[in-house]
């Protein structure tokens, strides 16, 4: 019996074996791939994440000083 694939058997199955690594391969890339693109987006995340954090520390200790500023110039205006 002739397989479908028109070739011996043996080479028919090679053929078979050939595609599944192929096959394998492909999936096994696209994996890679994608845990690139997560690395990359958790970075993303994270750097955008301290950006903020520093911007509101910065603007925390800039506003506390500018109100001790502030209330030291009403109490130096209360005495005159």
Avoid at 1 to 20: A, F, L, N, T, Y
Avoid at 21 to 36: D, G, I, Y
């Amino acid at each position: 019996m002739e397989p479908p694939c028109g070739q011996s058997i043996v080479k028919c199955e090679k053929q078979k074996d050939d595609g599944r690594m192929e096959t394998q391969k492909r999936k096994q890339n696209e994996k890679e791939k994608a845990e690139r693109r997560m690395k990359i987006v958790v970075y993303a995340i994270c750097v955008g994440i301290y950006s903020l954090v520093f911007i509101c520390i910065f603007h925390i200790i800039f506003a506390r000083d500018n109100f001790r500023t502030i209330l030291i110039r009403l109490r130096n205006m209360k005495g005159k």
